[in-house]
């Protein structure tokens, strides 16, 4: 086995490699310091922005009838879009629409299959209290 020594790049002291033509530090602190040194010169080294003598002018769009006009054009066509491509049992539920089935729905239902009791009274069901009842006077609500 040869006797070559290496010098070590970072603190420059002769030593003898344990790997050939591949080491080039004497040991694992020499390494992580040429590492550091070499990053925080580079972090230091960088040029400071030249300042323009132009100050920079930011565009500022400006409101005007013609955009406003096409916007509100936009607008309409895409939810006219929207209306028609959604079913009428996809779309959402107005106040008017709740309350026509407000109006629908009883609170008293004439059970049409079930017979009347002893005496004649009519049964109903109550849909506030989930029970059964008779009555011999017609409901309506």
């Given at each position: 086995m040869e006797k070559e020594f290496y010098n070590c790049d970072y603190c420059f002291k002769e030593f003898e490699p344990k790997r050939r033509r591949v080491?080039?530090?004497c040991s694992n602190s020499c390494r992580s310091k040429a590492h550091h040194a070499k990053n925080s010169t580079k972090n230091l080294s960088e040029p400071e922005k030249a300042q323009n003598d132009k100050p920079i002018v930011n565009k500022v769009e400006k409101m005007s009838l013609s955009?406003?006009?096409?916007?509100t054009a936009g607008t309409l066509l895409a939810d006219g879009l929207k209306f028609l491509a959604t079913s009428a049992e996809n779309r959402s539920a107005t106040k008017a629409d709740i309350a026509y089935i407000a109006s629908k729905i009883k609170r008293y239902h004439k059970i049409v299959n079930h017979p009347p009791n002893s005496q004649g009274a009519f049964p109903y069901f109550d849909l506030e209290t989930n029970e059964i009842f008779y009555s011999f006077m017609p409901l309506n609500g």
């Amino acid at each position: 086995m040869e006797k070559e020594f290496y010098n070590c790049d970072y603190c420059f002291k002769e030593f003898e490699p344990k790997r050939r033509r591949v080491q080039k530090f004497c040991s694992n602190s020499c390494r992580s310091k040429a590492h550091h040194a070499k990053n925080s010169t580079k972090n230091l080294s960088e040029p400071e922005k030249a300042q323009n003598d132009k100050p920079i002018v930011n565009k500022v769009e400006k409101m005007s009838l013609s955009g406003v006009g096409n916007s509100t054009a936009g607008t309409l066509l895409a939810d006219g879009l929207k209306f028609l491509a959604t079913s009428a049992e996809n779309r959402s539920a107005t106040k008017a629409d709740i309350a026509y089935i407000a109006s629908k729905i009883k609170r008293y239902h004439k059970i049409v299959n079930h017979p009347p009791n002893s005496q004649g009274a009519f049964p109903y069901f109550d849909l506030e209290t989930n029970e059964i009842f008779y009555s011999f006077m017609p409901l309506n609500g």
